[in-house]
Structure formats: structure tokens, C-alpha cells
T-cell receptor, first 111, second 112 residues
Framework: EDKVVQSPLSLVVHEGDTVTLNCSYE??????LLWYKQEKKAPTFLFML????IEKKSGRLSSILDKKELFSILNITATQTGDSAVYLC???????????FGAGTILRVKS | DGGITQSPKYLFRKEGQNVTLSCEQN?????MYWYRQDPGQGLRLIYY???????QKGDIAEGYSVSREKKESFPLTVTSAQKNPTAFYLC???????????FGDGTRLSIL
């Protein structure tokens, strides 16, 4: 059975801190790993990773995938209160259509 | 603007009642999905559809039904057989066989 495990489940940091969120997975015929940010309503897409070792970057956020060790990390530098959200990790396997989600990491950034 | 519209935002269900959640997209996506989100459990797949008039059960389909009569629309009915329907329901769409999926703003369903 395909599985995605995120850690930590929640964390609280102060503005300006750097955080690292973790995602490990077990999936048949891995196709891609995705990160989403959810701030109460619709999850919004952040990154899609398909190849090991290639960092994806968008502003203060970056992510990398290790297909050998079956995990990904999402880094947020110089955190702001607007980064407070649930961060979801998901993987797609065989056929590339369905996503399996982790439970998410709740991030709270205090000012 | 292109996007996914879910309605209503909040819905209350009485015991023994069926309720239908609406999902419409104008992104011209072939595939549409319904997820349920409970606290601490992430998103779980209820049903998905890759083309009109075709849909497949996901991991937690019991107590739910769907239809796909138009490419743009994928309504979800929560039947009285679903004994624990209180949750946040998210609809998504995407290109079939490819990612990412894009999400609507969700419907929060509660029991009266």
C-alpha cells in the first residue's frame, strides 16, 4: 500500500527562522512528489519533483528529492507570519494520476 | 479567470438525508477528483474521473456517489449510508496521467 509520512506534525517558529519539513514515502512505480500549501481552504501548488538531487526554488522556499532514500525536504528561509499554514506532501505512482497525501505539517510562525 | 468552483461553502445534513456537493471547473481538465480531509489525516481520495461518463472508486468510496455527465462538472452525493460525513471536502482537477492537481476552496459538511 502506498504511504506518505510527514514530519514533524506541527511546529512553531519565530519570524526570521529557517524551517525544514520532511516527507518520506513508499509508492509503487514512483512518478512524482508534490508539495502544497494550505491556508484554510484550497491547497495551492508549490513544487513538483521528479528527479533526485535537483533543487526547485521559489523565493524563500526550496525543495529537493532523494529517490534512493525515498524522501523529500521543503525548506523555508527567513520565515514570515504569512508562511503559517499546513504543508502537504503527496506522491503519484503508477499511471501518474492519483495522489497519495501525507497528514501534513502545521507550521505556525510567530511575530 | 480559470479555476474550480465548489458550492456551497458550508452544508448541514440531517440524519437520513442525502446531500450533494457541487464542483465545476473551467480549466478544460479531463480528470476530476474528490477528497475528504479530516483533522490529522491529510486528504483521502473518494472518487475520481478521467473522462465524461466514467468514474472510479478511490480509497474511501463507501457512502458516496458521483456522476460525470459533463466535462466541467463532477458532483458528489453524500448518502445516508455515510455514517460519519462531517469533514472538509475538496474537489480537484488536472490533466489525466499528469500532475499537478488544482483544488477548489472546499465544502465543510456538518451533521445537524
Amino acid at each position: 500500500e502506498d504511504k506518505v509520512v510527514q514530519s514533524p506534525l506541527s511546529l512553531v517558529v519565530h519570524e526570521g527562522d529557517t524551517v525544514t519539513l520532511n516527507c518520506s514515502y513508499e509508492v509503487t512505480n514512483f512518478r512524482s512528489l508534490l508539495w502544497y500549501k494550505q491556508e484554510k481552504k484550497a491547497p495551492t501548488f508549490l513544487f513538483m519533483l521528479t528527479s533526485s538531487g535537483i533543487e526547485k526554488k521559489s523565493g524563500r522556499l526550496s525543495s529537493i528529492l532523494d529517490k534512493k532514500e525515498l524522501f523529500s525536504i521543503l525548506n523555508i528561509t527567513a520565515t514570515q507570519t504569512g508562511d503559517s499554514a499546513v504543508y502537504l506532501c503527496a506522491v503519484s505512482g503508477e499511471y501518474g494520476n492519483k495522489l497519495v497525501f501525507g497528514a501534513g505539517t502545521i507550521l505556525r510562525v510567530k511575530s | 479567470d480559470g479555476g474550480i468552483t465548489q458550492s456551497p461553502k458550508y452544508l448541514f445534513r440531517k440524519e437520513g438525508q442525502n446531500v450533494t456537493l457541487s464542483c465545476e471547473q473551467n480549466l478544460n481538465h479531463d480528470a476530476m477528483y474528490w477528497y475528504r480531509q479530516d483533522p490529522g489525516q491529510g486528504l483521502r481520495l473518494i472518487y475520481y474521473s478521467q473522462i465524461v461518463n466514467d468514474f472510479q472508486k478511490g480509497d474511501i468510496a463507501e457512502g458516496y456517489s458521483v456522476s460525470r455527465e459533463k466535462k466541467e462538472s463532477f458532483p458528489l452525493t453524500v448518502t445516508s449510508a455515510q455514517k460519519n460525513p462531517t469533514a472538509f471536502y475538496l474537489c480537484a482537477s488536472g490533466a489525466w496521467g499528469a500532475q499537478p492537481q488544482h483544488f477548489g476552496d472546499g465544502t465543510r459538511l456538518s451533521i445537524l
